[in-house]
């Protein structure tokens, strides 16, 4: 399974924009990226996933270079209400079951300052 | 809107007990997953089933067993309690057609073995 590396905090200010990198230096070529959103006691919620360089939502941005060795979550002008853990994942497909499996790592906790 | 729901939100059980936590998702979604959460470690998948009656074990299976007879319930077993399995258990589904790897968590349980 692909590894993931990603900060374990950053805060920013009301009103930026927020930036949070991961790496996964050993994403293999039909693997997607994914990231989710965790509350404090709520299950986590999906944001956004891609495959290779930019994918937009009315939540967030990602952006994935050409080597896909990593990826960046863009949050515009984020407030109060995103801080919270992103977590970045790679999905990997088991092909023996035809299932995807996902592997959690520790997350970026944001905090949002205001 | 897809919904997951888990049997209780806070579980006390003693050392030694047999627990059941149970899940239920009301989307016919054939993979549904369990986690636990515990701080610093981030989500840790437990077992996974892709459709009624299959199961794969995840990263951390040992200790716990599961059970899957209809689509839409899935069962996490702890055959003997131990304190080393307080946490926070979640569960998730997901449409085993989809290309997406979105998934759908539940609230989570608390569980403490006391």
């Known amino acids: 399974l692909a590894k993931t590396t990603q900060p374990i905090s950053m805060d920013s200010y009301e009103g930026q924009e927020v930036n949070i990198t991961c790496s996964h230096n050993?994403?293999?070529?039909?693997?997607?990226i994914t990231w989710y959103q965790q509350f404090p006691s709520q299950g986590p919620r999906f944001i956004i996933q891609?495959?290779?360089t930019k994918v937009t939502n009315e939540v967030a941005s990602l952006f994935i270079p050409a080597d896909r060795k990593s990826s960046t979550l863009s949050l515009p002008r984020v407030s109060l209400s995103d801080t919270a853990v992103y977590y970045c994942?790679?999905?990997?497909?088991?092909?023996?079951?035809?299932?995807?499996?996902?592997?959690f790592g520790k997350g970026t906790k944001l905090s949002v300052i205001p | 809107d897809v919904k997951v729901t888990q049997s209780s939100r806070y579980l006390v059980k003693r050392t030694g007990e047999k627990v059941f936590l149970e899940c239920v998702q009301d989307?016919?979604?054939?993979?549904m997953f369990w986690y636990r959460q515990d701080p610093g470690l981030g989500l840790r998948l437990i077992y996974f089933?892709?459709?009624?009656?299959?199961?794969e074990k995840g990263d951390i299976p040992e200790g716990y067993s599961v059970s899957r007879e209809k689509k839409e319930r899935f069962s996490l077993i702890l055959e003997s309690a131990s304190t080393n399995q307080t946490s926070m258990y979640l569960c998730?589904?997901?449409?085993?057609?989809?290309?997406?790897?979105?998934?759908?968590f539940g609230p989570g349980t608390r569980l403490t073995v006391t």
């Open positions: 998730a589904s997901r449409l085993g057609t989809s290309s997406s790897y979105e998934q759908y």
């Open positions: 050993n994403i293999a070529t039909n693997d997607y």
């Open positions: 891609g495959y290779k």
């Open positions: 994942l790679v999905g990997e497909k088991n092909s023996g079951a035809g299932s995807y499996q996902l592997t």
């Open positions: 989307m016919d979604h054939e993979n």
């Open positions: 089933s892709y459709d009624v009656k299959m199961k």
